[in-house]
Every structure is written in C-alpha cells, then in structure tokens.
C-alpha cells in the first residue's frame, strides 16, 4: 500500500509509520520538525519524509497535491495539539484551533476530493475520547476533538452514500504514553506500541470507529451517558 501519515514525527503517527514500512508498505510521512521527521527516515527505507506544517493552508496545499499526483491507498490523519489552559489564554485556544479545526478540516476535506477523483481511498483519523465531552483543563482540545468527531460521522455518512470504496474510520484514544498526555494525576495511560497495533487492527478491518486501546472502551461508555449534572460534579 501507499499510506501517508500526517503527524508522523513524534508518538503514534511514528509508530504506525514504522509499523507499515516494516511490513513493506510505502510511508509518506509529514509534520513541521524536520530533525524528527529525518531521523523517522533513516528507520526505513520504505519512508520518504516531507515537511508540512498543516495550520498553513497554501503550504499543505502544495504538498498534498504533489503526493497526490500518484494514488494513495490509506491516509492517517494524527497531527494535534492540546495545551492545559486554566486561565483560557486565548493565544493558546487558537493555535489549537489553527491545527486541530481549520488545518484539520483542510486536510479531510482535500483527502475526500481526491479519493473521489481516484474512486477509492481509506481516511483515518485520530479523533478522542476526550471529544466526548468538555473538559475545563483544556477547553479548546475537547470541543476540537468533539468537532472531529461529529465531522468524520459526517464524511463516513457521505461516503456510504456515494457508493464509491471509500472508507472512512474515526480512531478515538484513551490516554497514550506521548507529549500529548498532559497533566497530573492520568491514569490508564497507554503504551504507544499497544495503542498502534490496535490501531492498525481496526484500519485492516475498516472499522467506522474504534476506541484504543479496548480498556478504554468503558470510560468511552460512561463518558457517554453520564448526565451532564454528574458530570460536573467530577
Ligand atoms: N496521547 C494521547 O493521550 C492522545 C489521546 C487521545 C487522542 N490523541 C490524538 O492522537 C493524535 C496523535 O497525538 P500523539 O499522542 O501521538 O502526540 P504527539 O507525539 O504530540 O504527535 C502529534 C503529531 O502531530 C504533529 N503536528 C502537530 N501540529 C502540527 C501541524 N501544525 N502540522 C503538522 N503536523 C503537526 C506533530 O508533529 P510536529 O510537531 O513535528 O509538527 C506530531 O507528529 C493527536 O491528534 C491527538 O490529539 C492523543
């Protein structure tokens, strides 16, 4: 296959990144750190690296179409942010903003087109748990998460609707043992090893959404239906 992940350089876009080149696919891997993303390269002859920051439209612009000149069979959207933010500086919310909604949605909405043009494709994305409801640590990362989630319903549901082979899969983390996790007091926090594997599974069975790693299946279920005035008072 010719898979590209974008936000390959660190924690599970790297792992899935060298989990598929070692089983002999070819690894397109973006994000901005140029240091990370070399040394990811030298890992794999099967990964050949660009750099891309997502939040600046005409540059990812550029790239996306340069990969796209030839097809792309799986592209694994991981690329985020999400800073703790008591004090809603609003300098912070935005660049979550910037990457995690506007860069985001860029980068779902050209992946879609051009699987339509080439009349297949698989888009994963890494959504959250924490998308399920708004947490007051980091206001604009949840509601960021939330949004993913409800716009990949919306893609899957065009998708089934076009009757073209275009599978869409929304993965949603518990915690992973990355610089993402962030805070004290996390519990559950899960190898990114483990957490790509399973990963990796749901892709292999076009899962419509999987939660990682599968403990996380019960918190994703109490997040759910736990009414908002319990919920508060957590
Ligand atoms: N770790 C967790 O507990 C957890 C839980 C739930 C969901 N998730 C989600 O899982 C995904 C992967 O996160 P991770 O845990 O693996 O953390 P990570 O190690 O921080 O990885 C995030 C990746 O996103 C890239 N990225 C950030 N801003 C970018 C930008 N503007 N343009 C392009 N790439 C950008 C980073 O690369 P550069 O900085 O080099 O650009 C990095 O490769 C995220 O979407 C995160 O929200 C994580």
Not at 2 to 18: D, F, N, V
Not at 20 to 25: C, E, F, L, V
Not at 98 to 105: R, S
Request: hydrophobic share 40%; with cysteine; proline share 3%.
């Amino acid at each position: 296959m010719r898979i590209l992940i974008i936000g390959a350089s660190s924690g599970i876009g790297r792992e899935l990144a060298i989990q598929y080149a070692i089983k002999g696919n070819e690894v397109i891997a973006i994000a901005r750190r140029k240091p990370l993303l070399h040394e990811l390269s030298q890992i794999s002859p099967n990964i050949r690296i660009a750099q891309c920051d997502i939040s600046n439209i005409a540059e990812t612009d550029v790239i996306l179409s340069a990969i796209f000149k030839e097809t792309v069979d799986l592209v694994i959207l991981c690329s985020g942010i999400g800073d703790i933010n008591l004090k809603l500086d609003f300098t912070l919310e935005k660049q979550t903003i910037d990457v995690n909604i506007l860069g985001w949605t860029f980068c779902v909405d050209t992946i879609y087109t051009k699987f339509e043009k080439q009349a297949y494709g698989h888009l994963v994305i890494l959504s959250s748990c924490g998308g399920l409801r708004g947490e007051p640590m980091a206001p604009s990362y949840s509601a960021s998460k939330a949004y993913q989630i409800n716009y990949t319903e919306a893609l899957c549901k065009k998708a089934y609707k076009s009757k073209l082979p275009i599978h869409i899969t929304d993965i949603r983390p518990g915690l992973v043992n990355t610089r993402m996790a962030k805070g004290s007091g996390l519990f559950w926090v899960m190898p990114t090893e483990k957490v790509a594997m399973q990963i990796m599974n749901a892709i292999s069975k076009k899962r419509k959404v999987s939660i990682v790693t599968k403990r996380w299946r019960i918190i994703h279920r109490i997040l759910r239906y736990i009414p908002r005035s319990w919920y508060v008072r957590l």
